[in-house]
């Protein structure tokens, strides 16, 4: 009985140290996709399209990673060729059903300095929304 229990120690010792491997190997795989992903995208990628893509990553993680991955697929067939523009990326995310979301800031330029609207109205005597 003692060897039965010794050889399922055994048995499971060795289970674990394949398991333990295959997960540090998944692991490398997927931060290599991640990589060429990014690579692929860095050159593609022009003007405002990576805070496109931020924001789209942070308002839909799981579409964006998706759309990220067959725009870099795409780029690295050569079924796109030529740079990415911001407005082009964001309209493909809301072709595809994603509104994603900008922030927009509007600042004026006034006797050498970038004001805000709301520091402008205040200025005015107006009060901002």
Do not use: C, N
């Amino acid at each position: 009985m003692p060897e039965d229990e010794e050889l399922e120690f055994l048995k499971r010792k060795k289970l674990q140290e394949l398991q333990r491997r295959l997960a540090r190997r998944q692991e490398a795989a997927a931060g290599a996709r991640s990589e060429d992903r990014g690579g692929a995208l860095r050159g593609a990628l022009v003007g405002r399209a990576w805070e496109v893509l931020m924001a789209a990553r942070r308002q839909y993680p799981k579409a964006a990673e998706r759309i990220e991955m067959a725009l870099a697929s795409s780029l690295s067939s050569g079924k796109i060729r030529g740079p990415i523009t911001g407005e082009q990326l964001l309209w493909l995310f809301r072709y595809l059903g994603l509104d994603v979301r900008l922030e927009t800031k509007i600042k004026i330029y006034e006797h050498g300095e970038l004001k805000s609207i709301a520091e402008k109205l205040r200025e005015e005597g107006r009060s901002p929304l």
